[in-house]
Antibody, heavy 120, light 106 residues
């Protein structure tokens, strides 16, 4: 059974870069079956898609965040990562990693989520 | 970008009730719509994709319908485990979510 686990700092200062990693177990990140994605949820609010990446390196981004987002794969560690630059308090959220089946852009496996607070 | 509007934002219901949640898209998304259930402090859980296909393991009391711009999620007989927030998500172009519908105990 595919499992995903987010990790990274829980507190980031304004204007700095948020960095998170998602570790995948129960399957290979090199699979053709899935894209690997990031979604976030500000406290008490709804869900927002951030970005996704395929094993080939093909990437997709939320247009509203694209200029600040980097997404990458580390196949040797079976991980994928998110970097969000120039953060503000508006980037405070629970960040989830998830799988997106190649046959349809819905999200069928999710990590438990990690809260990142942007504050000085 | 495609906007998704859910209604109602909050719904009060009792165990055994039939519950319907609506999701409207700002433009046609064919059948490219998914539904999720989220409980407090937990990640969302996929219930339905492609408008009406029940995800493996999701209870059969959940059903989805619709195409184009109007979609519904129906719970045929509300169970105690179903009190949660439900989100729709379109994937016709990019990925965008509705604002959520909280199903509360009446």
């Amino acid at each position: 059974q595919l499992q995903l686990q987010e990790s990274g700092p829980g507190l980031v200062k304004p204007s700095e870069t948020l960095s998170l990693t998602c570790t995948v177990s129960g399957g290979s990140i090199n699979t053709i079956t899935y894209y690997w994605g990031w979604i976030r949820q500000p406290p008490g609010r709804g869900l927002e898609y951030i970005a996704s990446i395929y094993h080939s390196g093909t990437t997709y981004f939320n247009p509203s965040l694209k200029s600040r987002v980097t997404i990458s794969l580390d196949t040797s560690r079976n991980q994928f990562s998110l970097k969000l630059s120039s953060v503000t308090a508006a980037d405070t959220a629970v960040y989830y990693c998830a799988t997106i089946p190649r046959v349809g852009d819905y999200l069928d496996h999710w990590g438990q989520g990690t809260l990142v607070t942007v504050s000085s | 970008d495609i906007q998704m509007t859910q209604s109602p934002s909050t719904l009060s219901a009792s165990v055994g009730d039939r519950v319907t949640i609506t999701c409207r898209a700002s433009q046609s998304i064919d059948r490219w719509l998914a539904w999720y259930q989220q409980k407090p402090g937990k990640a969302p859980n996929l219930l339905i994709y492609e408008s009406s296909i029940l995800e493996s393991g999701a209870p059969s009391r959940f059903s989805g319908s619709g195409s184009g711009t109007e979609f519904t999620l129906t719970i045929s007989s509300l169970q105690p485990d179903d009190f949660a927030t439900y989100y729709c998500q379109q994937y016709n172009r990019d990925l965008t979510f509705g604002g959520g519908t909280k199903v509360e105990i009446k």
